[in-house]
Structures are given as structure tokens and as C-alpha cells.
């Protein structure tokens, strides 16, 4: 009996040597998040900065991709590639997904033998079936729904016109397409014109300055040109819609802003409206934007997201890859990422699925949708 009572204390020994082994090694994971400039998008800068200082550098990794990412494609591989040589790195995050994703990510788990990293991907600027297929979830803003309703706000709002702003790499992404294509069938339906306006590539010679500087002279243009007629502008690209919200605002009655291309209370705006970027009060931020736009007779001009969708992609996805890095969920859960969603945003979140042109639908490949906001309903 003494002898049994030995072994049985001894397994329990080795089970609780075990038990603290394994949560130690559960502690002792880092997650890694890839995000651009402030110049490319402040709202994913702000979200991983504010992990960072939350639960430490050791914990979380962030690093910045090149503003020239197009032509740095490179420099981008390599930095995922970078984490993912970390052994205690268990998930990356990389938002926006710019070209390199794929590339990295397949050698991650090809080359480096790195199948048991979580490999998310926010806001992919790769072929869907590419970037599926590499990934182990893909989030992007419901694109063609938001084609949807920047013409239905359009239409409620009684324009004439749709000025879509875009460049030669944009339109060769599948989903700005389709973006593009949904936005122009439903104008077309309720009566409105649409028009498409080239724009410089951000990434070009003329660098991001060059890109604003040219919409800020074109949109008075536009305005001339459709005198007397409401007309309601999109642009394609993160960076210009600081310069568009500000050539909006200052075009007077008959020019309307449906939506950034990432809809958000935050993007662009603060910027653009020379407001503090209050992130960690969304409602306060919101009123304090209608409040100028109302102070400026434009609140019914403007409209966004109440949630910052790139945000809440971080937050949502970091809170997903912890559940992951401690063996509580599989690689794909689909019921708990939506509930990360739904926290991270503060209300619900409504995550559907990719189909492609020819009707194939990518399992792994999630559209986020919120609705519109009417500006008038903050002001206070």
C-alpha cells in the first residue's frame, strides 16, 4: 500500500511538473503584427502600438513595412520571414496584407517547416485563391458591399453623379474590381452617373504628396464640370482620402463622401479636419467629428463605419491567435472570430464569405460589414 502511495505521488509530481511546464511554454508565446507606416494607415499603427504597450514587447512584436512596399516587396518577405524564425512566435498578424504575403507566408510553412504559426492576413492586396490558399484566415472589408452602399448612401442622399478614384494597381485586384463593379450596377440602377477618374499610384514618382496634391486640384474640376449637380466621391486608395475629405468639405453643398476605402470613423479624418485622433474613445471621436462637420454645414455630406474596421482587425486577430497559442481553439473557428470581432467592435459583427467570380466560395476568406452612419445623429 505504501509502495502504491509512493507511485501515485510521484505521478502526481510528474503531472504537476507537466502542467507548469506547459503553462509556461503557453506564457511564454509572442505574437507578431506587420502593419504600414502612419503614412499608409494610423488606425493599424495605433492598434499594435497599443498591444505593444499593454502587454509588452516581449510579448507582442511589431515592425512596419516600407511606404514603397510595391517595389519592396522584399523587404516585406522578410521581415514576416523574420518572425516566423522566432521559434515562440505562434501567430502572425499582417495588416494591410500588401504583396509579399503569399510569398512569405508559403515559405513559412514550406521552407521553414513552420506549420504550427497562425498566418493571418488583413486587408490582402493578393489574388483571393492566392492569398487563401497561403493564409490560414483572410479578413477583408466586404468590398462589394461596400460598392452597395456607397451607391445606396449616393442615392439617399439624391447625387447625380459617382466619381470613383482609382489607379492601374488597384483595379488589378479582384476585390477593388468587384468594389468598383458593384458600386457603378447599383448607381447605374438608381439613375446616377457613374465615372471613373484616374488618380496618380501613391507608390509611384510622385510619392503620396503627389497623389493628394492631384485630387485636391481634380475635384474642383469635377465640380465645374457637373455644375449644379450632386456629386458624390470615392477613392480606392488609404492615403488620399485625407486630401479628398478636405476637397469635399471645401467643394460646398453638392459634394458628398459616402465612405473611406476602409470604413472607419478614423481614417482620414482626424488628419484631414485637423482633430484629435481619440482611439480610445470611438463614440467621443465620432461626435467630435460631427460636431465640426455640423459647425461646418457638412454633416450630411459625410458618412463612415462607427467601427474602425482595421483596428478591430487587429484587435480581433490578436485576441484570436492568443486563444490559438494556448491550444483553445484549431486554426479556424469561425464561431470564435466572430465573437472576437464582435467584442473588438463593441457591437455585432456580421463576417461572411468570399465567393469568386466563377461561385467558389474560399472557407477561410472573411468579409466584414457594419452599417453607414448619419453623421446628424452624434451631434452634441
Not at 9 to 19: E, G, I, P
Not at 45 to 50: E, G, I
Not at 205 to 233: H, I, N, R, T, W
Not at 346 to 374: M, R, V
Amino acid at each position: 500500500m505504501k509502495k502504491l502511495l509512493c507511485m501515485l505521488l510521484a505521478a502526481l509530481m510528474v503531472l504537476t511538473m507537466a502542467s507548469f511546464a506547459m503553462a509556461e511554454e503557453a506564457a511564454s508565446y509572442k505574437i507578431a503584427i506587420l502593419t504600414g507606416t502612419t503614412s499608409q494607415g494610423e488606425e493599424e499603427v495605433t492598434a499594435a502600438t497599443k498591444l505593444v504597450e499593454t502587454y509588452g514587447a516581449d510579448k507582442v512584436l511589431h515592425d512596419t513595412y516600407p511606404d514603397n512596399f510595391s517595389s519592396e516587396v522584399e523587404t516585406t518577405i522578410s521581415k514576416l520571414i523574420a518572425f516566423a524564425s522566432d521559434p515562440d512566435v505562434k501567430a502572425i498578424i499582417f495588416v494591410q496584407g500588401v504583396q509579399g504575403a503569399v510569398s512569405a507566408f508559403t515559405q513559412i510553412k514550406d521552407s521553414l517547416g513552420r506549420d504550427d504559426i497562425l498566418l493571418i492576413a488583413g486587408v490582402p492586396a493578393e489574388d483571393p485563391a492566392d492569398i487563401s490558399a497561403a493564409a490560414d484566415i483572410v479578413l477583408a472589408v466586404d468590398e462589394i458591399g461596400c460598392g452597395y452602399q456607397v451607391a445606396d448612401k449616393a442615392a439617399e442622399w439624391g447625387c447625380d453623379v459617382i466619381v470613383h478614384y482609382s489607379f492601374a494597381r488597384h483595379l488589378s485586384y479582384e476585390t477593388i474590381v468587384a468594389k468598383r463593379d458593384a458600386m457603378k450596377m447599383t448607381a447605374e440602377g438608381y439613375g446616377i452617373e457613374f465615372v471613373e477618374r484616374d488618380c496618380p499610384d501613391p507608390t509611384g514618382d510622385a510619392g503620396m504628396s503627389g497623389a493628394q496634391a492631384a485630387v485636391l486640384e481634380d475635384v474642383p474640376k469635377v465640380m465645374q464640370e457637373y455644375a449644379g449637380k450632386k456629386v458624390c466621391f470615392y477613392c480606392t486608395n488609404c492615403g488620399i482620402q485625407v486630401a479628398l475629405q478636405q476637397a469635399v468639405l471645401a467643394a460646398g453643398d453638392d459634394a458628398y463622401y459616402a465612405l473611406p476605402c476602409c470604413p472607419s470613423p478614423f481614417h482620414g479624418y482626424q488628419e484631414a479636419f485637423g482633430l484629435d485622433a481619440t482611439y480610445g474613445d470611438i463614440e467621443g471621436a465620432i461626435t467630435n467629428l460631427a460636431n465640426f462637420l455640423n459647425d461646418s454645414g457638412a454633416a450630411g455630406r459625410f458618412s463612415t463605419w462607427a467601427i474602425p474596421v482595421n483596428m478591430s482587425m487587429i484587435n480581433a486577430s490578436y485576441e484570436y491567435a492568443c486563444a490559438y497559442a494556448e491550444g483553445k481553439i484549431e486554426k479556424v473557428d469561425e464561431a470564435f472570430l466572430t465573437d472576437c470581432f464582435s467584442k473588438a467592435a463593441g457591437s455585432e459583427a456580421i463576417l461572411g464569405k468570399y465567393t469568386n467570380a466563377t461561385g467558389e466560395e474560399l472557407a477561410n476568406y472573411y468579409l466584414i460589414q457594419f452599417s453607414p452612419i448619419d453623421f446628424n445623429d452624434y451631434v452634441g
